[in-house]
């Protein structure tokens, strides 16, 4: 289903407008059936599973040429994500709301390309040594770019005090490399910092970043994690990617390491994609060991 340029018209009267204004809502979704097998160690019933999400997308002229947008993703019926988009041309845009890849440093928390799940997805609980703690829970944020730099600011009122961050990525150094910084502040939990370098040549694209979290309690080991992946396009169909992750969990720990493969097919609207992911050492505990392979297909609309 794609229900295109619905118009939207405030009247006067009842609405109380003095004027009317038109703008168009754009409805488009998608359905997922997975099948996933996982470690022996971890008891998972049935391995298949399929899951739908439907984004609205709205936007509007603003009579100084400006113009404001808004979004709504759903996630299995429940609203997962929203963001209202203040787009002020040249001068960057503004944006309120919850999904993490707005602005600010969670959008750079991994830029490390990849042809279905990065290689620590699903296998663990918690996706270690990654610069993404700050809340992007009712975050303001602001995007921009200025002669080729590009900077992205958020910032959001956390539990445990005011979470900022910035990040910002400058393209083409030299013809397809890209260099992005990012640094925030988790309110009074961790303050985290991450450089990357991404560069694309016709079909390959390859990434390192490297990601530092330095938690502020006493006692609590600081991470520090080092990604790398490489993606081949094989042709306008068929992606292919492997990449690695290790993570220094800290004095008294061994070294956390995540390795995995993925592709993925595309024909028309529909997606065929499959990753094999694999943990040695997980948290930190030698000998610890987590492992998952993943099918998926997924149709868009």
Do not use: C
Request: proline share 1%.
């Amino acid at each position: 289903m794609n229900m295109k340029k619905l118009g939207l018209t405030a009247l006067a009267g009842s609405l109380v407008a003095s004027s009317a204004f038109a703008g168009a809502l754009d409805v488009t979704g998608s359905s997922k059936i997975t099948y996933a097998s996982k470690h022996d160690s971890e008891v998972t019933g049935n391995p298949f599973s399929m899951s739908t999400g439907v984004t609205f997308a709205g936007s509007g002229d603003l009579d100084n040429g400006g113009t404001m947008s808004w979004t709504l993703a759903t996630d299995n019926v429940a609203f997962s994500s929203s963001n209202i988009k203040l787009d002020m041309g040249d001068s960057g845009s503004i944006h309120f709301g919850n999904a993490s890849s707005v602005a600010g440093q969670k959008k750079y928390a991994d830029v490390v390309p990849t042809a279905g799940e990065q290689v620590y997805d699903d296998v663990d609980a918690t996706d270690n040594g990654l610069a993404d703690n700050v809340s992007n829970s009712n975050m303001l944020g602001y995007n921009g770019s200025f002669g080729g730099l590009t900077v992205s600011l958020g910032w959001a009122k956390d539990s445990g005090g005011a979470d900022s961050s910035w990040a910002v990525e400058y393209p083409d150094l030299i013809d397809g490399m890209t260099i992005g910084f990012s640094m925030g502040e988790d309110g009074s939990s961790s303050d985290d910092t991450s450089a990357w370098i991404k560069y694309t040549s016709g079909a390959i694209t390859a990434a390192w970043q490297r990601s530092e979290v330095d938690f502020i309690a006493s006692g609590t080991a600081d991470q520090e994690s080092d990604h790398v992946g490489v993606s081949f396009a094989m042709n306008d169909s068929l992606t292919v990617s492997v990449g690695r992750q290790e993570v220094d969990m800290g004095a008294g720990k061994v070294d956390e390491e995540s390795t995995g493969v993925a592709a993925s097919y595309t024909m028309g609207s529909m997606t065929i994609a499959a990753h094999s992911n694999k943990t040695d050492d997980v948290g930190g505990t030698s000998g610890s060991e987590d492992s998952v392979t993943e099918v998926s297909v997924a149709f868009a609309f």
